[in-house]
């Protein structure tokens, strides 16, 4: 860190101290910065950093809703507008138990450089509920929605602010959520990404940040003449991404052995193929959040209250939860010579391991690059709504394959630029922290 970053990040702590998982996004950030803050005066002298750190608008926002016993909930909605200078604010929404404001703001600031990242024109935003998805009927679910949606729908756009999924919000709750929005507002627009396939939404969408995270790791074996086929692969999580991860290993002759949840991991040598892949689906649509049923079922070794990191493997995915790979964890990996570490989920290594896994030889790439495969689909969903067309599933298919390749190349040219050849944390927050200051310097005073 520089002085700059340095008093941004001790201004930002005091005036938020609780907010402890935001300010360590802030300062992952920060953390690679100062090369290009020392060479560019301009970003300094028109208080860049200030200005990023700041949202354009936090809203949060009461929930109340009825569940099936007729007693009145409530949780808290947020809604964080980060910054729209590239694009409407774009970013999913999350409905978890441990959703805070703090969370919110550190995952919306991570969307602004992600989205800047895929070279399409997309804000940073992010959004959910402390909501708690877990056993909770359709009915409850779809109460939930409605009343989120009943204030949600002030605030958003189809060029002002779109969300999305994210953990806990599927095609369900975005279902729910969007045929409200339509009946409040008269009106079938592009508001939300993440749509069923039949009433607006885009081929490949619940794939795409899966199949992203793949095309980015076989870009980054290429570089050492090296690709998927024959490589044993470890996953995190069993929802969503690690469904896309599992089908696209698959389809490209690699074997993944593990799938993890809060209760802990199943370890399957054989490879999590065929009907297994399909009932990783039904693992998810039964809203329990655990793991061990898969182990029961097809009689392999569940491990509780652990993480699949100890497992030997070429490649590791970690696509579960934030903070969910330490230090331990790292040097477990590394001790078992694993070639790649490819993030799946949002932020899922902490600074610890982080810094680790930097200074050790494996090929280590941040989910901001990674895993935008599936705000980049959104745009294409946007772009689909927007001339009411749909895209043929080759053709979104090969756009994805190039926004990964871009944001591969990207941040990889721009490790090179700064003598830290293949470091792809520093690439991708250089490269995406550039093109967001550069537009603000653009348009003025943002
Ligand atoms: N929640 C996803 C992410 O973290 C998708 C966001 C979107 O499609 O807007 O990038």
């Excluded at 949600?152 to 953990?167: E, K, N, Y």
């Excluded at 794939?207 to 998927?228: H, M, P, R, S």
């Excluded at 749909?390 to 990889?412: A, F, G, P, S």
């Amino acid at each position: 860190m520089n002085a700059y970053t340095k008093s941004v990040l001790a201004m930002l702590t005091e005036k938020y101290p609780w907010e402890k998982e935001y300010i360590q996004s802030v300062a992952e950030v920060f953390k690679s910065i100062a090369p290009v803050l020392d060479s560019n005066p301009e970003y300094q002298n028109n208080r860049i950093l200030e200005q990023l750190v700041e949202p354009d608008r936090t809203i949060s926002f009461r929930v109340p809703w009825k569940d099936d016993q007729g007693r009145i909930q409530v949780n808290t909605g947020y809604r964080v507008e980060f910054s729209n200078v590239l694009g409407p604010y774009k970013g999913g929404l999350r409905f978890h138990a441990s959703v805070t404001q703090s969370i919110i703001k550190c995952l919306g600031f991570e969307q602004i450089f992600k989205n800047a990242l895929t070279g399409l024109l997309l804000g940073g935003g992010k959004g959910g509920s402390d909501f708690n998805p877990r056993g909770k009927s359709d009915n409850e679910i779809m109460n939930f929605c409605q009343s989120f949606m009943l204030e949600l729908s002030r605030h958003i756009g189809a060029s002002t602010d779109v969300p999305a999924g994210d953990i806990g919000v599927g095609t369900r709750e975005i279902g729910y959520l969007f045929g409200m929005y339509r009946r409040i507002t008269k009106s079938f627009k592009g508001v939300l990404t993440g749509k069923g396939i039949t009433w607006g939404g885009s081929y490949l969408r619940p794939e795409a940040t899966g199949y992203g995270i793949v095309y980015f790791a076989e870009e980054l074996l290429k570089n050492v003449e090296d690709d998927i086929e024959g490589k044993t692969v470890t996953v995190s999580g069993f929802g969503n991404v690690a469904w896309g991860v599992v089908k696209k290993v698959n389809e490209l002759g690699g074997k993944v052995v593990t799938l993890s949840g809060p209760d802990g991991f199943i370890h399957d040598p054989e490879g999590i193929t065929g009907e297994k892949v399909d009932y990783m689906l039904k693992l998810r649509l039964s809203g329990n959040d655990v793991v061990k049923d898969y182990a029961d079922k097809f009689n392999v070794d569940f491990y509780k209250d652990q993480r699949p990191w100890v497992i030997p493997c070429d490649i590791a995915f970690p696509c579960a939860t934030q903070n969910e790979l330490d230090l331990d964890d790292a040097k477990a990996l590394v001790k078992n010579n694993v070639k790649c570490l490819v993030e799946g989920a949002n932020l899922p290594v902490t600074l610890e391991g982080m810094e680790f896994l930097e200074k050790s030889d494996i090929m280590y790439a941040p989910a901001k690059a990674c895993n935008a495969g599936g705000v980049a689909c959104s745009c294409f969903e946007m772009a689909q709504n927007a001339t009411f067309m749909n895209w043929t599933e080759e053709e979104v298919d090969n756009r994805l394959h190039q926004v990964m390749k871009h944001i591969h190349d990207q941040c990889y040219e721009t490790s090179c630029e700064f003598n830290k050849k293949g470091n792809y944390i520093f690439g991708a927050n250089v490269a995406g922290f550039r093109r967001v200051a550069d537009a603000i310097l653009d348009q003025g005073l943002s």
